[in-house]
C-alpha cells in the first residue's frame, strides 16, 4: 500500500514541477518586461533632472531580469564601439516584444533631451501594455499551470495503480 502512496505522490510532485516550469516562463517574461518599464522610468527622471549620459544611467539600473541585463551590456558595448548595428539577443521575447525592445535601444541616447523624454514616453506606454499583458498571463495561466500539472501528475499516479 506504500508503494502505491509513494508512486502517486511521485507522479504528482513531477506534475507540479512541471507547471512550476510553465509558470517561470511567464513570470521571467513578466519580469523582463517590469525591467524595461523601470528603465525607461529611471532614464526619463534622469534626464529631466541629472541630465546624465544614457549609458551611464543604464550601468547604474539594477534589473530583475538576467537577459534584459545582458540585452543592456550588449546597448552599452554597441554605444563604446560606436559603428556597426545594435545587435541584441532576443531570448524569449515575442517577435512584438523583441522589435519594440530594439526600437528603444537604438532611439536612446540618440537625440537631445526634449526629444529623448518624448520618445521614452511613447516607448513606455507601449511596454506598460506589454507588461499588462504578462501579468495577466501570470495571473491566468500561471497558476492554471501548476493546478493542472498537479492534476495530471495526480492522475497518471492514479492510473498506473
Known amino acids: ?21 510553465v509558470m517561470k516562463r511567464y513570470k521571467r517574461n513578466f519580469l523582463y518586461l517590469d525591467g524595461v518599464c523601470s528603465v525607461i522610468s529611471e532614464l526619463k527622471r534622469n534626464m529631466s533632472y541629472r541630465r546624465d549620459d544614457a549609458v551611464s544611467v543604464l550601468k547604474r ?10 540585452n543592456i551590456d550588449e546597448y552599452i ?16 521575447l ?18 537631445g533631451g526634449a ?5 521614452l514616453d511613447g516607448f513606455g506606454t507601449v511596454f506598460t501594455e506589454h507588461k499588462t499583458a504578462a501579468a495577466d498571463k501570470l495571473k491566468k495561466y ?12 495526480l492522475a497518471v499516479g492514479i492510473l498506473t495503480l
Open 142 to 153: 500561471g497558476t492554471a499551470a501548476v493546478k493542472l500539472g498537479f492534476l495530471f501528475g
Open 77 to 92: 558595448a554597441f554605444a563604446a564601439a560606436k559603428d556597426g548595428k545594435l545587435s541584441l539577443s532576443r531570448g524569449f
Open 1 to 21: 500500500m506504500s508503494t502505491k502512496l509513494l508512486i502517486v505522490f511521485l507522479c504528482a510532485a513531477v506534475g507540479t514541477v512541471a507547471g512550476l516550469a
Open 115 to 119: 526629444v529623448q523624454a518624448s520618445e
Open 61 to 70: 539600473c539594477e534589473v530583475p531580469s538576467a537577459h534584459l541585463k545582458k
Open 94 to 111: 515575442s517577435s512584438a516584444e523583441y522589435a519594440n525592445v530594439c526600437a528603444l535601444f537604438e532611439t536612446v541616447g540618440g537625440s
